[in-house]
């Protein structure tokens, strides 16, 4: 049995269909199809059952797939401590409000069955996330994008987005704040404060928030963000998964808060991007991404979301 073989069949799962793991692979479709067939053959079992969405694996397939990606990880592990090599790496891109989350709920677990494979996660701003496909990115994670068509311009470049699921914006303020202990905020309450955001300058928020607030902070560092927020001087409205403001909630440092405003939508969707080819260690990342990320919708159809923000 060729460990090609085991490549094509995990991609071709992964992929949905034969076409698209070849075009995954970079090899013909003759090619994958002739390597599903010869390892049918090896374990003397039909794998796939072929229809018109593309291949659907049979309850003998599920078993060798489960087989065959324990087989790689076990390859991959033995490869990367064979004579000191150095890791892999791949680079993942993804806004700093998301960067923690990320890397805690996806990069951490998959370094933990990869451990030949280093990934590092640079922070991007989401107007910048194209430019940076053009200049070379391979893999980005994509909080919301609508208004700058994100999406749209990736997919214009070749590179496929697939969604995976949304996550809901929240207002964070210090626990010893005046309003903390409102069961619900209303417009009212607010537009006396101030709302303080990371933003290097780019307007991706206050267009949407500013308004009812009576005036905003930048700031170039997350954490001062964070600090306003203790100390009570400012609001701030971030993704609730953002781990570091749920450690702080749970510390009891910091209370979190639905948004209140009218024609606001506060969820917003987020989206796996990739270049058209990969490295074999960004594909593997690529494929544990869409099935590990916590909530995956990866393969379910986007909600509709009337109003985004970000």
Partial sequence: MRLDWLEYFITTVNAGSISAAAERLGVTRPAVSAALKKL????????????????TLTDDGERVHDMARQVMTLI?????????????????????????????????????????????????????????????????????????????????????????????RKIFLGAGHPLAARAALTPEDLKNEHIAYYSGGLNHISRHYTSYFAGEYRLADIEDVL??????????????????????VRAGALVEKDIPFPGVEKVAPVHAVRAARLSAAEQSFWDYLLTSYPGSGAGSEEPEISCTIH
Avoid: W
């Fill in 40 to 55: 049918e053959q090896e374990v003397g079992r039909k794998l796939f059952v072929k229809g018109r969405n593309g291949v």
């Fill in 227 to 248: 600090s306003l927020a203790i100390r009570n001087e400012a609001v701030v409205i971030l993704p609730a998964q953002t781990l570091r403001c749920s450690r702080l």
């Fill in 76 to 168: 991959e592990t033995m490869r990367s401590d064979a004579g000191g090599k150095e890791p892999v790496s791949l680079c993942v891109d993804t806004q700093v409000s998301m960067l923690q989350y990320i890397k805690e709920a996806v990069v951490e677990p998959f370094t933990e069955l990869h451990p030949g494979v280093d990934v590092r996660l640079r922070p991007v701003y989401i107007g910048d996330v194209v430019e940076s496909f053009r200049q070379g990115a391979r893999l980005s994670v994509v909080l919301d994008g609508r208004e700058g068509r994100v999406i749209e311009r990736a997919r214009g470049l070749g590179c496929e987005a697939v969604f995976l699921g949304t996550v809901t």
